[in-house]
């Protein structure tokens, strides 16, 4: 079969790394990047690091409002997917980069597939929520990370099609963890001893955006009682620097690191307090305390195993949880076992023959009759 895989933002690189692979082993892949990040330690390490090989086709995109870079990426994947004439498009996640190759395969009736369908947060204020809720409703494939994501596929009537592999970042984790244990000096650069620090990440709108969340959360890290390591997002740079944020001598901001010196920084936190979707999942990989600074998260789960809290934007909730935050000793595989990507694929195969539209929803008939 002929594959186009979209990728275009930081999460996509490190999830499209594994799905890769297993395509290429009997596939032709066809990769597309949109562009939506650019900068040399947004993008291209990933490819550096992960050996992904480089794309087919680079868009060229950039960044701009949400309808801006939304609507340069649907025209030029459009001229992409017209001359490439694959047989199945993938999109993964919840970028602009994911809604725009839904928007433009389902309109040129190509057959697609959503990696991490079915996640929902119930927040419609988020641009990723509005994103997931289009896809989902486009999509012939749907491959599901967590089993919520397949019960709400049904709730919203989608059944043909869905398919629980676990999470594709759980493969790459598991795959790359020792290569980043033996490459990562990180912890010997910044004079870290393992479990003395606590790792945080910031990059939702949500937070960023919001002058009075953004500074909860300058007031919570400040309060913070240990060390702490922040590789900033470029959003989240520019975003301090309008607010005029001011540091205790504890918070350490750096430069986004690479997939490799992330690993080991989490692997070896005393706590991660982040409000990022990857981020999060790859705390329980590790087994380590996650804070989410958020109010919602799709990955649920993470929370129910008692790994994960919800901390939400207020200083003195963040710092209670902070000190009081203790899972407990079980973690259960609530991501699978490291070989979603292989399962995609077998998936992709039996599907065969695939056709545009065969993501069929139940009709309300169908739905109000149980053996319909
Ligand atoms: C995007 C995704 C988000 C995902 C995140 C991963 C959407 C709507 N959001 O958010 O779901 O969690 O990627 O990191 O698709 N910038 C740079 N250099 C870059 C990239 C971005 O300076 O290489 C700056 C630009 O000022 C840009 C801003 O960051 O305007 C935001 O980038 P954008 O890709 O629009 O959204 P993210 O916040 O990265
Ligand atoms: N990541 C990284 N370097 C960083 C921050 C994050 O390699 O400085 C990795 C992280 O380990 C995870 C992915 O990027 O695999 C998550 O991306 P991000 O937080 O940007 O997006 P989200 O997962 O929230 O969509």
């Not at 597309?32 to 868009?59: C, K, W």
């Not at 030029?76 to 725009?100: Q, Y």
């Not at 990370?145 to 099609?161: K, N």
Request: proline share 6%; glycine share 8%.
């Amino acid at each position: 079969m002929k594959i186009l895989s979209i990728v275009g933002a930081r999460p996509e690189f490190i999830q499209g790394a594994p799905v890769s692979r297993a395509l290429r082993q009997r596939h032709q892949e066809i990769l597309v990047h949109t562009g939506q990040h650019y900068d040399y330690r947004m993008s291209q390490t990933f490819f550096d690091e992960l050996g992904i090989p480089a794309p087919d086709h680079n868009l060229e995109v950039g960044s701009g409002s949400q309808g801006h870079q939304t609507g340069e990426m649907l025209a030029r994947l459009e001229d992409v997917m017209l001359a490439e004439r694959p047989d199945l498009v993938i999109v993964r996640g919840d970028t602009n980069s994911t809604v725009a190759g839904a928007l433009a395969a389902a309109k040129l009736r190509i057959p697609l597939a959503h990696i991490e369908a079915g996640e929902r947060s119930f927040d419609r204020r988020m641009p990723e929520e509005i994103n997931r809720l289009i896809t989902d409703s486009i999509a012939d494939l749907f491959f599901c990370v967590s089993r919520t994501a397949v019960q709400q596929l049904a709730v919203e009537g989608i059944v043909a099609g869905v398919t629980w592999v676990g999470d594709v970042m759980l493969d790459a984790n598991l795959h790359n963890r020792p290569i980043a244990r033996r490459n990562s000096e990180v912890l010997a650069r910044l004079g870290l001893a393992p479990r003395s620090y606590a790792l945080v990440t910031v990059h939702r709108a949500a937070n960023t955006d919001d002058p009075t969340r953004l500074a909860n959360i300058v007031t919570a890290l400040n309060q913070a009682p240990e060390p702490i390591v922040f590789p900033v997002h470029p959003r989240t740079r520019q975003a301090f620097e309008r607010l005029g944020a001011v540091w205790g001598d504890h918070v350490r901001l750096i430069e986004p690191v690479g997939y490799f010196d992330m690993m080991v920084l989490e692997e070896n936190a005393r706590l991660i307090a982040t409000d990022s979707g990857g981020v999060q999942r790859e705390a329980y990989f590790f087994g380590v305390p996650c804070l989410t600074l958020r109010d919602e998260t799709e990955w649920g789960e993470t929370v129910a195993a008692g790994w994960n809290v919800l901390a939400g934007n207020t200083p003195e909730r963040i710092a209670a949880l902070w000190r009081s935050h203790v899972p407990p000793a079980e973690r259960p595989p609530i991501f699978g076992d490291g070989t979603a990507a292989d399962a995609i694929v077998t998936h992709i195969e039996a599907a065969q023959p695939l056709a545009f539209g065969q993501g069929r929803r139940r009709s309300a008939v169908e739905a109000a009759d149980p053996v319909a």
